[in-house]
């Protein structure tokens, strides 16, 4: 019996229904026609071409910039049954020569991989000489210089429309305004492209933007009293730890995710939120990709986004179970200054990343016409300490050349370490007995590495840390603890920075040639900051028309809900200025209050309203602020 979609829905995803658009998008596909599609964040895109799939003939090719996303994609894929392969840079040729073997001749139905290995011209001759059923470009807005991500690897598609010229395609996006939708088009070579669009409103979401100056104190206030899953997402790893740890002393379970921790830190952490044994997870843009968790209920900006589009796919978090949901976003007026100095005023120049990668060849010692598919791991800190360069124009460097296809630029712990113990079994047995707490750890590395007695070793602190059943970071305290206490030697460095380089260094010619894009790309990135804050600043128009606008979906639909919506509907029902005044002061003729306090019993009146009237009624020294931090009549 011949199987439909929907009995493949069933069976490997366990779904009766299609989403929105997801059957009309999976039918055109099966037609043998060119596709393009434009689903909003959590609409279910991979699903299109991952269910086609497994019922054309041959393999489906995907192609992702995002190397995270195309690991987790494969791993569900296998655990569904779905054999898959992703091939990521850094691996050997032979090995590359392997995998695509493996791939053709193994029944493999989806091969993902990313722009950067069209370019090489063993991949191409093995494509050409199999079944290619589909071609599904993921994050396809990449493809266009208009657009928010743009990266001229893409640009190299046109190579398999040159092998392959009779399989369809399948552009998807998230964020496209209809100047990037039509770009994608043209570029990909397919004009009679049939596009499927769902609208980007989100009638269950609340877009919320306060000015505020105590973040902390409204984070809390936030997750007290929405105590469902939520996300806070922030610029900085020291940001992300700083208001996890805030959050856990006021009693709320939360973690910090960012790229610095180590894989078995994250999939922890990780794990630990999605089964909701942690309500809150606080993180930088590297928590965005792969995301499926459907009762995220809030999320929180305490900082300004780099861009609308990386703004709307992070709000687009919350609500994806179609209940209420709330994305807010705190700010205050140097927030807007610091957006400036962060992404406008550390946009590197051309000279700038001519001189990074020239100081990064140098410091692997790569000559000219050498690096090519060699992977570097380093401490970014240590590099940018070496050759007295300024760490965040540095980094922006070398994500604009990962962005340009010089090189892959990867964030990830990574320790190399040997250990070789410098006492007798008997020693070492009497030590245990004294500290008990190392026990399991010490055991655990005597079984996995015989021989450590008589020679160094090289330890897998992630191995020994599962065996163990305990975290990475205590296995790296004992053995220093162990040298401390001389029964061994440990060498250890730490690395949080990898780099594969993608072409041979030429050093003047390398950068001749990505300069033009550079400079594209550099005016984008200025034009996606005012927007961004032009979007801040318009308390006028609802928030929800503001982004329906801004990709081109034109509606002056009030969505009725968010921040703007609701000032509206108190001003026109809610408490008056001036009454919200005599409200408070007979209020506070009851005793001190917080400022929480009194919004709670003043539910009429916005937060930012309410502090507006406490500052004039300060100024008027109608009332003061104690030691305590609670107003009280004067």
Not at 293 to 303: L, N, P, R
Not at 480 to 507: C, N, Q, W
Request: glycine share 6%; with cysteine.
């Amino acid at each position: 019996m011949t199987s439909g979609p929907y009995d493949i829905l069933k069976k490997y995803w366990g779904f009766d229904h299609f989403r929105p658009r997801q059957e009309d998008i999976i039918n055109n596909i099966l037609q043998h026609r060119d596709t393009m599609a434009l689903l909003p964040t959590g609409g279910g895109k991979s699903l299109c071409y991952q269910l086609p799939a497994l019922l054309l003939p041959g393999i489906t090719i995907v192609v992702s910039p995002l190397i995270a996303l195309m690991k987790d994609q494969v791993m569900q894929l296998q655990q569904r049954g779905i054999k898959a392969m992703h091939i990521a840079s850094g691996i050997h040729y032979n090995e590359l020569g392997t995998k695509l073997d493996n791939c053709i001749y193994g029944g493999y139905k989806l091969l993902y991989l990313s722009p950067e290995r069209l370019q090489q011209d063993m991949v191409i001759e093995r494509l050409a000489g199999i079944q290619v059923s589909l071609i599904a470009i993921d994050e396809a807005h990449c493809i266009s210089q208009w657009g928010h991500d743009f990266r001229p690897a893409y640009r190299n598609l046109s190579r398999l429309r040159e092998i392959l010229p009779d399989t369809p395609y399948l552009a998807l996006t998230a964020t496209a305004t209809q100047m990037v939708t039509q770009d994608i088009m043209n570029q990909l070579e397919m004009p009679g492209a049939t596009l499927f669009k769902t609208s980007f409103k989100r009638d269950n979401l609340a877009y919320i933007i306060h000015e505020e100056q105590d973040k902390h104190g409204r984070l809390a206030y936030i997750f007290k009293k929405h105590q469902g899953s939520g996300i806070v997402y922030v610029r900085s790893r020291k940001s992300a730890q700083l208001f996890a740890d805030f959050l856990k002393t006021k009693q709320i379970k939360a973690h910090y995710y960012h790229g610095g921790l180590s894989n078995a830190e994250r999939d922890e952490k990780f794990k630990e939120w999605s089964q909701g044994k942690v309500q809150v997870m606080v993180a930088t843009s590297a928590f965005v990709m792969g995301i499926d968790k459907a009762d995220v209920h809030t999320v929180v900006h305490v900082e300004i986004p780099e861009s609308i589009e990386s703004y709307f796919q992070e709000a687009g978090r919350a609500g994806r179970d179609g209940n209420d949901a709330h994305s807010i976003m705190l700010f205050s007026e140097s927030d807007k200054k610091k957006l400036n100095n962060q992404f406008v005023k550390v946009i590197p120049s051309i000279k700038d990343i001519a001189w990074v990668y020239k100081k990064l060849c140098a410091y692997f010692s790569i000559g000219y016409g050498e690096g090519h598919d060699e992977t570097y791991r380093f401490n970014f800190m240590e590099f940018c300490s070496t050759y007295k360069l300024n760490t965040i124009i540095t980094f922006n460097a070398l994500q604009s050349l990962d962005r340009n296809s010089v090189l892959q630029l990867s964030q990830e712990f990574y320790r190399r370490a040997t250990f070789k113990f410098e006492t007798s079994p008997v020693n070492l047995t009497y030590y245990l007995i004294k500290n008990p707490g190392m026990d399991e750890i010490v055991k655990t590395i005597l079984r996995t590495y015989g021989g450590i007695f008589d020679q160094a070793m090289t330890i897998d602190h992630a191995t020994v840390a599962k065996k163990a059943a305990r975290p990475v970071k205590k296995v790296h305290e004992v053995l220093i603890t162990l040298e401390k206490d001389e029964m061994g030697t440990y060498d250890h460095k730490s690395h949080d920075t990898a780099v594969t380089f993608l072409e041979p260094r030429e050093d003047r010619h390398t950068i001749n040639r990505i300069a033009p894009d550079i400079k594209v790309q550099n005016k984008r990135k200025i034009e996606q900051v005012n927007a961004m804050l032009r979007f801040i600043e318009n308390d006028n128009v609802c928030r929800n028309v503001q982004l329906l606008n801004y990709f081109d979906e034109k509606t002056a639909q009030a969505c009725g809900i968010c921040d703007v919506c609701q000032k509206k509907k108190r001003d026109g029902g809610g408490l008056a200025f001036a009454e919200a005044k005599n409200v408070l002061l007979l209020l506070l003729e009851q005793g001190p209050a917080t400022s929480r306090e009194l919004e709670t019993a003043m539910p009429a009146i916005a937060g930012k309203d309410l502090l507006r009237v406490l500052q004039i009624l300060l100024e008027d020294k109608k009332i003061r602020i104690t030691p305590a931090n609670r107003y009280e009549l004067l």
